[in-house]
């Protein structure tokens, strides 16, 4: 039978450098979402403020601001002031645009679910594969020093290490994005029911 060698000597730095790589996306990702959320937070306040709890725009006021929320909650109020639309019509208004800025606000949050999904899993593949070529690495040359088999097997383990530690910072991140993301939703949400008109 044929015999299937697989060298495995640089797998285990392999899965260190990936999970380097899930730490800088994850990096990213927090960052490029705060930013995110902190000019939502300001266009959607812009928004509110220009309108009154009767749904209608303040004496004075427009809905000013760069966007497709701000011209879509600008037909949202043009379309309560036709006579002919009816609730229904208003509501599923109402309901389109809160599903749009939901999708807009969660986005890239998988990514962060992914990443602390699948980084404990590359970390122990990493430690399996270290601890592998440190055996086949000790068996190659019969040496049989418990030093160099500790040391080995130190090293393989640091893979589990970061593959945990990558997770942890990634709930963390996950866990305040999506808090953030709730209250904006919430706050959106409050709007469009008290710019309701009866």
């Known amino acids: ?19 380097y790589g899930c730490i800088g996306l994850l990096t990213f990702v927090l960052i490029e979402r705060m930013v995110y959320y902190g000019i939502l937070r300001f266009r959607v ?5 220009s309108v009154g709890v009767d749904g209608k725009l303040k004496p004075g006021r427009t809905i000013t601001g760069k966007g497709e929320l701000a011209s879509q909650v600008a037909d949202y109020i043009a379309e309560q002031d036709n006579p002919a639309t009816s609730r229904s019509r208003v509501e ?8 749009n800025l939901d999708a807009r606000v969660t ?17 122990l ?11 086949a690495a000790l068996s190659a040359g019969g ?3 418990p030093a160099a088999v500790s040391r080995g097997i130190a ?36 709007f469009l029911l008290a710019a309701t008109r009866a």
């Open 1 to 19: 039978m044929f015999g299937l060698h697989v060298d495995t000597a640089y797998f285990h730095e392999i899965c260190i450098f990936v999970l």
């Open 45 to 49: 306040g812009r928004i509110r403020g």
């Open 92 to 99: 599923d208004l109402s309901a389109s645009l809160y599903l």
């Open 107 to 123: 986005s890239r949050l998988w990514v962060l679910d992914t990443i602390v999904t699948a980084a404990p899993l590359i970390g």
């Open 125 to 135: 593949l990493g430690t399996i594969l270290g601890i592998m070529d440190t055996f």
């Open 143 to 145: 040496i049989s020093d």
């Open 155 to 190: 090293a393989a383990l640091l893979a589990t290490a970061i593959g945990i530690g990558t997770a942890l910072y990634g709930l963390i991140a996950h866990n305040i994005l999506h808090r953030i993301a709730d209250v904006i939703l919430e706050e959106f949400k409050g």
